[in-house]
């Protein structure tokens, strides 16, 4: 058979995640196993939002409110902003295929990235066919924004900063990105996915992307409950920007696009400050711990305001993933995402940050081994 797909899309290279747990058993006859590879909440849920995914289990027969009328409220009164200016996703990943949905339509249309960074946002570019710029980050692994100022042309449509970035967990502050913002021209719509927001916002030097939507910036900020709220599993994100970005993105979606389970929970967990705090603490508790055991390996981390660390070996690193792997702990090899001599660790429990610093201890005792 023949058929006539579209070439660009052949192009694309299909997302890849996380080792999961159950393949690594399959594999390997290895016990426990942890896996700090997803980014994902080690506490899970908030138990409110597991009371809220019960109570609306009994709903399952009744299609979703199709404009997430309840979850869009207590997203406006929590952050100010009218519904109007609010999209929600099946994740934020969604948000960001119907940014280039309606944002791209010319092959010669550009978007802008940072190298590496988040690859859902080179698919939205390969997807429309359009010309994909990518910019590499700095020395201290940080979106280069002057030379991304300096990328910017007439065909540039969408820029997309992840703050933090993964797979680095570094940050731009507000005061460049004014200065940044200062520079566009009028054409262009900057995506900030904050995915990790929950992290990294107290930070003083960390952007209030809310207040520059407010202030008619072109900013279009990204947010998802999978990562600090625990909701991974049923995918909800959502979005925030000009009204007229807003107003395509619900003409372009498709209709009940997020699920009455994904609503019901993500409104209990906006609720529960409790939860969010523990997660916090976790994170910081762990952060604190993989990095005192990076510092006595000898080797280079760079600073992360997420919830995993970036970690550069100074050598390939798959090595020591695969070595990692026979300890029953799984991390995200570099070599994936763009950093080839580096792992990118997420912040686990206290009795998984436990296993790994057993393991990083056997396979790296004094250092990366020649």
């Known amino acids: 058979m023949n058929f006539p797909l579209r070439p660009n899309v052949r192009r694309m290279t299909p997302y890849s995640p996380g080792k999961p747990i159950a393949e690594l058993q399959r594999e390997r006859d290895v016990h426990p196993i ?31 409110d199709a404009s997430g009328y309840a979850l869009r409220q207590a997203l406006s009164a929590k952050y ?7 999209v929600l996703g099946n994740g934020s990943d ?47 692994l940080r979106h280069d924004l002057p030379a991304m100022a300096q990328a910017v042309t007439e065909h540039t449509r969408l820029v997309f900063i992840a703050n933090p970035n993964n797979p680095t967990g570094t940050i731009v502050d507000r005061v460049e990105l004014d200065r940044f913002l200062d520079d566009l021209p009028p ?21 209030d992307s809310i207040a520059l939507v407010r ?54 967990a906006l609720e529960d400050d409790a ?4 997660t916090l603490d976790v994170n910081r508790r762990g952060m604190e711990r993989l990095t005192a055991a990076f510092r006595a390996s000898g080797v280079k981390w760079t600073e992360s305001h997420a919830n995993f660390v970036c970690v550069d070996l100074g050598r390939p690193a798959r090595p020591i993933f695969e070595a990692l792997l026979a300890h029953g702990v799984i991390v995200r090899p570099g070599d994936v995402l763009g950093l080839p001599n580096h792992l990118r ?22 250092g990366v081994p020649a």
């Open 187 to 207: 054409h262009v719509l900057v995506v900030l996915d904050e995915a990790y927001y929950e992290f990294a916002s107290a930070d003083p030097a960390y952007p």
């Open 34 to 64: 942890v896996k700090l590879a997803s980014n994902e909440n080690p506490l899970g849920p908030s138990p409110r939002a597991l009371e809220a995914i019960a109570a609306a289990a009994q709903h399952l027969h009744l299609y979703p």
């Open 275 to 278: 939860h969010l705090a523990r």
């Open 94 to 140: 969604e948000i960001i295929h119907l940014l280039g949905q309606v944002l791209l339509g010319a092959e010669t249309d550009e978007v802008i990235v940072g190298e590496p960074s988040f690859v859902r946002y080179d698919a939205a570019a390969h997807l429309a066919n359009c010309r994909l710029v990518e910019v590499p980050l700095d020395a201290d």
């Open 345 to 366: 660790i997420s912040i686990g429990a206290d009795h998984e940050v436990d296993q790994f610093i057993g393991a990083w201890e056997t396979v790296v005792p004094g």
């Open 80 to 86: 100010g902003l009218p519904p109007e200016q609010l």
């Open 215 to 268: 202030a008619g910036r072109p900013v279009f900020g990204l947010r998802t409950f999978s990562k600090a709220y625990g909701l991974a599993g049923i995918r909800v994100g959502w979005g925030f920007g000009p009204a007229e970005v807003t107003d395509a993105i619900e003409r372009a979606r498709e209709p009940f696009n997020v699920n009455s389970l994904a609503q019901a929970a993500a409104i209990a």
